[in-house]
């Protein structure tokens, strides 16, 4: 099972570009990397998904390099309201049906005026 | 959103007592989840399911039973709830090209 390592916190100031990197040394073939947002009692919102290179939607990027043994989600210029905690995840949930993911704690970012 | 909702939000019981917690989702989606979330732990599943009447244990199924009988309803049981399983209880669904999933707001369960 791959596991991810990310950091626990980070801090950031309004209308700066965050990126939070996760350390995935073991992923499959079969793999991607799934990244989701949880706000205080909520659930996690899915964010973004990719396998390689760079994937970019109306919140963020994604950049993975050739390895794939890592990758990168890219906030640009956040605001208070991304204040959250980020998940990364790897695993074969395209072909799959999830039940092998593996929830690390996450990286809580707070966004400072 | 994913149509996807909890019942109840809010419970508070005593141990030894049965609990049932329910998911609904309108979305007609096969694979619907049950995890727990507590402080120091990510997001632990405690069963699955993959379509009606198929159920599977995820890495902490003990003490809970579910139960699917329709595609829309998961239900989750705690036959005699214990302290332990004080948590707050996330339902989700998978969908989407990706394999997302699509999370309830989630039932903050408190066994006292």
């Known amino acids: 099972l791959a596991k991810t390592t990310q950091p626990i916190s980070m801090d950031s100031y309004e209308g700066q570009e965050v990126n939070i990197t996760c350390s995935h040394n073991n992923i499959a073939t079969n793999d991607y990397i799934t990244w989701y947002q949880q706000f205080p009692s909520q659930g996690p919102r899915f964010i973004i998904q990719?396998?390689?290179?760079?994937v970019t939607n109306e919140v963020a990027s994604l950049f993975i390099p050739a390895d794939r043994k890592s990758s990168t989600l890219s906030l640009p210029r956040v605001s208070l309201s991304d204040t959250a905690v980020y998940y990364c995840l790897v695993g074969d949930s395209v072909a799959g049906n999830n039940r092998k993911l593996i929830w690390g704690l996450g990286t809580s970012l707070a966004v400072n005026p | 959103d994913a149509g996807i909702t909890q019942s109840p939000r809010h419970k508070v019981t005593e141990t030894g007592t049965p609990v049932t917690l329910r998911c609904h989702q309108t979305e007609n989606h096969r694979y619907m989840y049950w995890y727990r979330q507590d402080p120091g732990h990510g997001l632990r599943l405690i069963h699955y399911s993959y379509g009606v009447k198929d159920t599977d244990k995820g890495e902490v199924s003990d003490g809970y039973s579910v139960s699917r009988s329709k595609t829309e309803d998961f239900l989750l049981t705690l036959e005699s709830a214990t302290s332990s399983q004080t948590s707050v209880y996330f339902c989700?669904?998978?969908?989407?090209?990706?394999?997302?999933?699509?999370f309830g707001e989630g039932s903050r369960l408190t066994v006292l």
């Open positions: 990719g396998y390689k290179t760079k």
């Open positions: 989700a669904i998978r969908g989407g090209d990706t394999g997302e999933l699509f």
